[in-house]
C-alpha cells in the first residue's frame, strides 16, 4: 500500500510523551524552597517545547513558508518567556 | 448609485465604532467604566453628572444603530453566493438585525439612568446592573451571525471576499464566549467589565466591524471595476 | 439603445434570476515560493488568534496567581492529576493518530485513514469522559467556579477547550464523512488536523499551567 506514517513523527510522539513524563515529575511536590521554586518553573519552558514539536512537526510547519515559522516560532518564545517570568 | 449606496454601508462598519467610542468617551463609560463592584456612591457619581452622560449615552446609542447597513450590504454579498437557497443569508439578517437592537437597548436603558439622578440609589444602581449585563451577556445572535458570516465565505467558489475574512468571523464568535460568565462575577476578569468580557468583546466587535466594512468596501470597488467594461461595451 | 435605469433587470438568483456570473480574481494570488501552508493561509489567522486568546488566559492566570499564590496552590492540588496527565496522554495519541490519517488520506489509503480518524474520535470521548468524571470529582469536592479566582480559570480554560475538543470531534466527523466517499479536499482536511494539533497542543500548556505549576 505505502510507507504509512513516517518514522520522524513517531519519534517525535515519544518524545511528546518523554516530555509530559518529565514535567510530570519537575511539578510534582516540590517543597517551596528556592530550587524547586526554578524546578517547576523550568516545566514552563518545557511545555513550550512541546507546543513547538507539535506545530513544527505534526501541524507540518517546518515545511511552511518562512513567514509561517517565523510567526509561530515568535508566539511560541513570547508566551514561554512571558509566562515564566511572571512565574517566577 | 447602487455602487455608491453601498460604499456607504460599507464605510458604516468603521464608523459605528468611531462614533460609539467617541459617546463612550463623553458619557465617561470609556476608558474606565464601571464595574459590579462598583459602591453605590460611584455609581450615583456617574449618573449624577446628567448631561453629559446622557450626550455620550445618545451618540453611542446612535453609533451602535450604524451596524444596521453594515449588515444589510453583509447580507447583499452573502445571497450572491448562495444561489437558490440563501439560508445563511437569511440567518445573517436576523441575527444581524438581532444584534443592532441588542446593542441599541441597553445604551438607551443606560441613557434613562441618567434622567432622574436624584432618584433612590437603589434604583439607579439596580438600573445600572440591568442596563450593562444586557449590554454583555446576549452572544447568541452575535456568535451566529459571525458563524454564518463565516461559514458562507468558506463555501463561496466565487471567493467574492477574501477567505481569511471568514476565519476571522470564526475567531471573533470564539471572542465572545467568556461574556455570559458575567453573570456570575461580580469582580476579576470575567466581571461585565473585567478583561475577558468588555474589552475583549468590544475589541473583536470593532474587529469584525472594521475588517467587514474594509474588505466588503474592497469587494464593491473591484466589482464596479469589472462591471465598467460592459458598460462601455454596451453604450 | 437606452436602458431605463431605474426597471432592474436583474433578480439575484434565489427569485428566479440568472446564477451569477464567475467574477475573475483582480488580485491573482502568486505561488508560494518556499513552501506549503498546512490547510490555507486564510486558517492561520484563526488558529493563531485562537492560540493568543489561550495565551491571554494563560497570562492573566499567573498574574492573578501572584497575589494569592497559597490559594492556588491549595486548590490546583485538589484536582486529579493523574487523570490529567492520562489526558495529556491520550490527546497526544489522537495528535498522532490524526498525523497517521493525513497521511493515508495524502497517500489514498482510504481504510486506514477511517480507522485513524475513527480512533481518533474515540480518543476525543475519552478525554471528554474524563474531564466530566474530573469535574464532578471537584465539584463534590466543594469548588465551584466562583470559589475562588484558581477554580475559576480551572473551569472556564478547560471548559473553553473542551469546547474546542467537541467542534474538534465535529470536524473529524466531517473529515470522516469525506472519507466515505473518498473525497480529497486536502484544504479541508489539513485545515481540521492543523485544527486539532491545536486542541491538543493548548491541553499541553493547561495541563503543565493549571495542574503542576499552580499546585507547586
Known amino acids: 500500500m505505502s510507507e504509512g506514517i513516517p518514522v520522524r513523527a513517531t519519534v517525535i510522539w515519544a518524545l511528546l510523551l518523554l516530555a509530559t513524563g518529565v514535567t510530570w515529575c519537575l511539578g510534582t511536590d516540590h517543597r517551596a524552597n528556592a530550587g524547586g521554586h526554578v524546578l517547576v518553573a523550568m516545566a514552563i519552558p518545557v511545555a513550550f517545547s512541546k507546543v513547538y514539536l507539535i506545530g513544527m512537526e505534526f501541524m507540518e510547519v517546518r515545511t511552511a513558508p518562512r513567514t509561517l515559522r517565523v510567526v509561530f516560532a515568535s508566539w511560541v518564545v513570547s508566551f514561554a518567556t512571558a509566562l515564566t517570568l511572571l512565574y517566577l | 448609485m447602487s455602487t455608491k449606496i453601498q460604499l456607504v454601508c460599507a464605510w458604516s462598519g468603521p464608523a459605528t465604532v468611531v462614533v460609539a467610542t467617541v459617546g463612550f468617551l463623553i458619557a465617561g463609560v470609556l476608558p474606565f467604566p464601571l464595574g459590579p463592584n462598583s459602591t453605590v456612591t460611584e455609581v450615583v457619581d456617574f449618573y449624577s453628572d446628567s448631561t453629559r452622560v446622557a450626550a455620550g449615552l445618545v451618540i453611542a446609542g446612535l453609533g451602535v444603530c450604524l451596524v444596521f447597513p453594515l449588515v444589510a450590504l453583509i447580507g447583499v454579498y452573502m445571497v450572491r453566493t448562495e444561489g437558490r437557497t440563501p439560508i445563511l443569508t437569511f440567518v445573517q439578517l436576523i441575527t444581524g438585525a438581532a444584534t443592532g437592537v441588542l446593542l441599541l437597548l441597553p445604551l438607551l436603558l443606560m441613557t434613562i439612568g441618567s434622567f432622574r439622578p436624584e432618584r433612590n440609589a437603589e434604583l439607579t444602581v439596580t438600573l445600572n446592573d440591568v442596563s450593562w449585563l444586557l449590554f454583555i451577556t446576549p452572544i447568541a445572535p452575535f456568535m451566529i451571525q459571525n458563524v454564518a458570516i463565516g461559514t458562507s465565505i468558506l463555501q463561496d467558489q466565487q471567493s467574492l471576499l477574501p477567505r481569511w475574512v471568514g476565519y476571522v468571523n470564526y475567531w471573533v464568535a470564539f471572542l465572545f464566549v467568556p461574556d455570559i460568565l458575567a453573570f456570575f462575577f461580580h469582580s476579576g476578569p470575567f466581571a461585565w467589565r473585567g478583561i475577558f468580557v468588555f474589552w475583549l468583546a468590544f475589541v473583536a466587535y470593532g474587529i469584525f466591524l472594521m475588517v467587514m466594512g474594509w474588505m466588503l468596501r474592497r469587494a464593491i470597488l473591484d466589482d464596479s471595476v469589472q462591471a465598467a467594461p460592459n458598460a462601455v461595451a454596451t453604450s | ?216
Not at chain 3, 467574477?23 to 502568486?30: I, K, L, N, S, T
Not at chain 3, 480512533?119 to 469535574?135: D, P, S
Not at chain 3, 465539584?139 to 471548559?159: A, D, E, K
Open chain 3, 1 to 216: 439603445m437606452k436602458v431605463d435605469s431605474h426597471v432592474p433587470t436583474d433578480l439575484p438568483e434565489f427569485l428566479g434570476g440568472e446564477p451569477a456570473v464567475a467574477r475573475q480574481q483582480c488580485r491573482p494570488r502568486p505561488p508560494a515560493a518556499d513552501g506549503h501552508t498546512p490547510g490555507e493561509p486564510g486558517l492561520w489567522v484563526f488558529i493563531l488568534g485562537d492560540m493568543s486568546l489561550f495565551g491571554a488566559f494563560f497570562v492573566v492566570l499567573l498574574w492573578q496567581r501572584r497575589a494569592t499564590p497559597r490559594t492556588f496552590e491549595e486548590s490546583a492540588r485538589e484536582l486529579l492529576r493523574f487523570i490529567g496527565v492520562i489526558n495529556t496522554a491520550v490527546l497526544l495519541l489522537s495528535s498522532y493518530l490524526v498525523v497517521s490519517a493525513l497521511w493515508a488520506h495524502r497517500q489514498g489509503c482510504w481504510r486506514r485513514a477511517r480507522i485513524s480518524v475513527l480512533a481518533a474520535l474515540l480518543c476525543a470521548a475519552v478525554f471528554a469522559t474524563l474531564k466530566v468524571i474530573e469535574y464532578l470529582h471537584v465539584l463534590r469536592g466543594g469548588q465551584g467556579p466562583t470559589t475562588n479566582q484558581f477554580c475559576t480559570f480551572y473551569f472556564v480554560l478547560t471548559g473553553v477547550h473542551l469546547l474546542h475538543v467537541m467542534i474538534g470531534a465535529g470536524l473529524l466527523t466531517a473529515w470522516l464523512q469525506q472519507l466515505r466517499g473518498h473525497g480529497s479536499q486536502s484544504r479541508f482536511v489539513e485545515g481540521v488536523a492543523v485544527y486539532w494539533h491545536m486542541v491538543d497542543l493548548l491541553w499541553v500548556v493547561i495541563f503543565t499551567l493549571l495542574y503542576l505549576v499552580c499546585a507547586a
